[in-house]
């Protein structure tokens, strides 16, 4: 957690190895490996996912085709065969139903014209298909009504195993009541300023940032 | 000024025949206006005289066209071969045609082959090869009553008021006849097919241009023209594919009448030829009118695709929207487009809308694009833009952040971008012919610029 512009975003991206961001110092080992010496693809493959806070419209491209691509390289990368549309159709039917999403959404462009709650919800499929050791969840609740944000914690609840992660960004406590948070951590200035439980998102509900910052 | 020139061609009552003389010599009055030297305009052209004279020797005698054919070969005594002096060859080189030895074909080819038209969808089609209708290739049984589709002096598509035609009339073009490599020749064929529709009838129009199989590599040129003329209310769904030999030139004039209330659709896949050239030329003849342009060109290696259109709304409450997309992925390759869209004074409440979006994959790729609006009216809504680019970060990086790697990334990015004109084309079996033909050509040049 943590204000706008505190740089938790811009954290996820700089993981997820964001053409935009350049690092300049530090470093970064996830599973033993250094990441910042990792190709943004090759970070995916290592098991790391990062959800768009906005994700972007591919016009053209099939979801379906998109996500299928997307799985080959994992099987590739596991030096599985590749599964072909139907194989994959049968694969992937399951975990439609985890995140309550009909399967007419996988014949539309990926994103495109996709209302900010089939946007998410969207996120989590891929999530949910690819699988992740550390899945990083960028204000996936935002703009999410109260029937969407349970199917979506629902669906981050299932994948959750005692072999993987889940780091979530969020300004509200409601996502923590229906995923709960083993540590939270706030961000200030682009550092981690406070570590504790669920009752520092109580504490900010109540009294906002100040509480935080004065003690 | 120019839309006055324009103005009585609407309202005079004329002939078909008539307009296109009429077309012609407004071209060529245009180039004899932006072509500088004051003498060139006085003394005729010899190449163009020579080729006039070629091709007159070719015809056989007609007596209902002698008049029209009179007139044409007097218009073009003043008429020079367009040089890139003139504006609207300004981005396009046609010294490929003036330097070859063109040569009219002058009968139907002996086919020993019957060209693939898709047997399960058993389309109306007629084969048109070298500009001569096969008749024993083509079926034109499943039309409904009183829908006429045949050749005399032209091809005829001819839909009568209220008729809808379910199923779209496929017309395949085949390009027989073709000069080897060095040789110079250059066979040049003139199909011509005029379609008409009366009130309140519909009916969809799929062109495809190929080269005979195996002839992929000849050197022809294809000089096709397609008219139309829609009656109120009616609708035409015309599809354009051209994916001729590379070494070709084609030449390509559509040119649209609506009426008023009527519908026209044009979804254009361009992939072929040396030298691509379309005119399209649209025009509405009454209110509540709808035109739809959805242009893709490709070019894959050493080609020009060139796109001049020309949108003319004169009466209220038209309708416009044009999209044009091209990818230019060689370095000697070219992609042109000069849209133009007229909104003239009485044409109140216009909703028109252009769009060009354009992708160079390769350094010194080149597309020259001429977006223009002219508008008068001032009770309208329009809008255009351009864009040209190479592909969009953040939607590689979607990829990427997903463990896909560039090179499949950028396939899929490149080959969708042109998917949004492709996925327009209204029948799914010349939909996927399209995309498999488009993605074949789009994976040579990957595997091209990869070595």
Redesign the interface.
Known sequence: MGKNGSGKSTFSKVLAGHPDYEVTGGSVVFKGESLLDMEPEERSLAGLFMSFQSPVEIPGVNNIDFLNMAYNARRRKLGLPELGPIEFYAYLFPKLELVNMKSDFLNRNVNEGFSGGERKRNEILQLAVLGAELAILDEIDSGLDIDALQDVAKAVNGMLTPKNAVLMITHYLRLLEFIKPTFIHIMENGRIVKTGDISIAKTLEKEGYKAISAT | MSASAITPQIRTPITVKAKIKHKQKQKSMSFSLSTTPITQASFSDPFVLQLAETLEDSLSPSVSLQKLRDSSSESLLSTSWPSRKDEPFRFTDTSFIRHSQIIPIIKPPQLDYSPSINEDTLLPNLVIADGFVLNSMSNLSNLPDGVYVGAHDMTVVYVPAGVKVENPIHLKYVSVEGGEEGSKKLPVSNPRVFVVVEEGGEVGIIEEFVSKEGNDDKYYWANPVLEVVIGKGAKVRHSYVQSQSLNSAHIKWTAVRQEAASTYELVEVSTGGKLSRHNLHVQQLGPDTATELSTFHLSVGDQTQDLHSRLILDHPRGHSQQLHKCIVAHSQGQAVFDGNVKVNRYAQQTDAGQLTRSLLLEPRATVNVKPNLQIIADDVKCSHGAAISDL????L??????????E?ARK??V??????VI?RLPNSFMQKQVESHVKGLLSSTFKGSSN
């Open positions: 969009e970060e953040t939607q990086f979607y990829f990427l952040a997903r463990g896909i790697d560039l499949t899929a990015l080959f969708s971008f042109g998917a949004e996925e």
